[in-house]
């Protein structure tokens, strides 16, 4: 306050200079009465300034503080009556303070010393206490929607100690508005029916033009329930266009669609199936088309009979329970065999990998890629960086007796081989995460993807061609129906034709899962080059200690709902004996369905076995595996025993759960 009465301070001090100079001229020219004088008034003068201003600002001061009281009383008054809710929170979550209009939003309870997460329900408090974050959209508080924002303060008693300011501001309207645009947007479904062909193949002809009446009214039905659009543009898909509350609904029931269109009676062996792709929350109707046709392609490639919905960049998957059904042709054969004469012959050389723990299968089909590409005369290898022992003894015979040119290098090799216009083929896998090698594929599209796997979240998709067919028994099946329309008139040695026949032989276990009608031609014509199925049985015997091992595994079981689960001991580390132990499990009574467990290192491998039934691919694949309904697998890395067992059981009670509700 000083400071604003500076200025008449500064200007008493200037007088008094001047008053003083005069009374001091005026003493010398020797009229001292009038410097006497002078002195006196100037004295008097300076007492009456300052006791003048030292009132005149006492007066400013009481001002500026009842001033302020009133300031502070309708501050205080604001606070309390505002209508947005206010309240101070500690650190503990305990509310120590609010303002009236917090008595709306707790139906006019008390809230003073309560805990504030028994009014924010939705919301993690311990978190939001500890975040950096200051606002929280669409806050739910008994059935009603705030934006919340939050600032710290220091605490007046405790300066250390920091206490939350929380604002509530009404989002009601808002929420309405977004909640109303986002049930309103189109979604795109697309619509296929599986196995059209093979279905009305397997009925009589007068009887196909009322099944196909029943299929498309089904379908057409089930766009009208949703009030949307439905349209046929192939002999077999469809596209549906509805508004997402519709498609919110069926997500809730699981699409029963998919069991609806089976209650069609197409004949004796086969039920009619349909796969969906949905695109949600798409930003535009063709960025929903486009998630559509994605998730529709995913659907196809798992098997087909399930929904696979696209949201932006997460998957949804509903249904694919059924077995698949062999519907290639061998016109599709031709057409892949012919473009990968194509690309082959534009390439400078060819490089073959597989998947991590290269199983029969997946050595058996490349060395025959080999076989063909090396006579087609490019320069072909296979990448092989070790040996396991369920692929030592073909691998050792076939370079014993056929590996004249040193097809099998290794990685750290491999790099010698690569040029700007080389060709990778990977066989039996397309998930990127578990080919061999993978860093080899980095920034090359000049690849072919040939797998009977299940297509996964994670495959490949920047291959130059993918030849994917889950309804395959296995990729040397694949190979096998190409390999004449690679190169025309091109016989495999018998050495080839025993491991593609090797691998069709583990992979379908003994000619009993996933075989079809071309699985048996692919053997009769790999038998009719000279494979021998007693020399194929060699490769999967073992010794003795092998089947003791085997045996104890099998005893570890535990049987509960026809799923067997057993566990390999601690001083076993081998995958191939777990996986023989989930075969053999299957051959018991009652048993429909088998786990077996095996810790290697620090990851725990699972191998799971089905009769048909239960889709093991279904329960490994909600823990990060995957596979065929069949034949499954899963690694679970930096997990004990005890905690896989667990996930895992927690993943068939999931499944069994599903499956009653249906």
């Known amino acids: 306050m000083e400071s604003k009465f500076r200025f008449l301070k500064k200007a008493n001090h200037i007088y008094l200079i001047i008053i003083l100079v005069l009374s001091l001229a005026a003493f010398m020219n020797g009229s001292h009465f009038i410097a006497i004088l002078s002195v006196i008034v100037l004295g008097i003068t300076n007492i ?85 974050k200051d606002y929280y959209k669409d806050v739910e508080i008994n059935g009603s929607f705030y934006d919340l924002y939050m600032s710290k303060i220091k605490h007046n008693v405790n300066k250390d100690e920091n206490v939350n300011l929380f604002y509530l501001v009404n989002s009601e309207k808002r929420h309405e508005i977004e909640k109303k645009y986002k049930e309103e947007r189109y979604v795109v479904i697309i619509l296929e029916v599986d196995n059209l062909e093979e279905v009305l193949r397997d009925i009589e002809e007068e009887r ?17 329930k949703m009030h949307g659009i439905t349209r046929k543009y192939t002999s077999n898909r469809y596209i549906i266009i509805v508004e997402q509350k519709y498609i919110e609904e069926e997500i809730e029931n699981k699409f029963n669609i998919l069991d609806e269109i089976k209650e069609i009676n197409a004949g004796e062996r086969l039920l009619v199936t349909i796969s969906m792709g949905v695109g949600l929350n798409g930003k535009s109707p063709l960025d929903s088309q486009d998630s559509a046709i994605s998730a529709i392609e995913l659907a196809l490639g798992r098997g087909g009979d399930q929904v696979v919905v696209k949201n932006k960049d997460k998957f949804l998957f509903f249904g694919g329970k059924s077995k698949e059904v062999e519907k290639r042709t061998k016109v599709k054969s031709r057409v892949i065999g012919h ?49 396991n022992a369920s692929i030592e003894d ?75 067919e889950p309804y395959a028994s296995a990729t040397s099946e694949l190979v096998t129906e190409i390999i004449p329309y690679i190169k025309e008139g091109h016989k495999l040695s018998y050495m080839e034709a025993e491991s ?15 075989t079809g009608v071309k699985t048996f031609e692919a053997a009769a014509y790999l038998k009719s080059l000279g494979a021998d199925t007693v020399e194929i049985k060699k490769l999967f015997s073992c010794d003795l200690e092998r089947m003791i091992k085997r045996c104890d595994i099998i005893r570890s079981a535990k049987v509960n709902n026809g799923i067997a689960i057993a566990r390999c001991p601690k001083e076993v580390e081998d995958k191939l004996l777990a996986a ?38 279904l329960i490994l694949e909600a823990i990060g595996g995957g596979g065929h309904l069949t034949m499954a697998g899963a690694t679970i890395n930096d997990r004990t025993l005890d905690e896989t067992q667990l996930m895992l059981e927690e993943s068939i009670n999931k499944y069994l759960r599903e499956g009653e509700e249906k």
């Open 48 to 132: 009456s300034s300052s006791i003048f201003i030292k009132k005149r600002e006492t007066q400013i001061n009481e001002v500026i503080e009842d001033f302020n009281m009133s300031l502070d009383t309708v501050y205080k008054n604001t606070l309390l009556n505002m209508p947005l809710p206010m309240m101070i929170v500690s650190n503990k979550g305990t509310i120590l303070w609010a303002n009236s209009s917090c008595s709306i939003i707790n139906e006019n309870k008390k809230i003073l010393s309560r805990n504030i997460n028994t009014i924010f329900n939705d919301i993690d408090t311990t978190k939001l206490l500890k975040s950096d």
């Open 208 to 224: 196909r033009p009322i099944l196909l009446a029943k299929i498309e009214r089904k379908i057409i039905a089930y766009g009208q």
């Open 339 to 387: 473009a990968i004469k194509d690309i082959v012959n534009y390439s400078d050389n060819v490089l073959i990998l597989g998947h991590i723990n290269p199983d029969i299968d997946c050595i058996g089909s490349a060395i025959g890629l080999n076989s063909v590409i090396t006579a087609m005369g490019k320069q072909c290898n296979i990448i092989l960086d070790s040996l």
């Open 394 to 468: 073909i691998v050792t015979k076939y370079i014993e007796e056929e590996d004249k040119n040193h097809v099998f290098i290794t990685g750290e090799d491999a790099i010698d081989y690569i040029s700007d216009n080389t060709l990778f083929i990977v066989v039996d896998t397309n998930n990127k995460k578990y080919v061999a090698n993978k860093e080899l594929l980095k920034g090359n599209s000049n690849m072919i993807v040939i797998d009977h796997h299940r297509k996964s979240l994670d495959s490949i998709e920047d291959a130059s061609l993918s030849y994917i």
């Open 500 to 514: 593609l026949l090797a691998g069709i032989t583990i992979d379908t276990k003994n000619f009993t899962f996933k």
């Open 580 to 617: 023989q132990a989930a075969d053999e499990l299957l051959n018991i009574t009652g048993i429909e369905a088998s786990f077996v467990l095996v810790k290697v290192g620090n990851s725990v491998t699972i191998s799971g076995r089905s009769l048909g039934q239960i889709n093991v691919q």
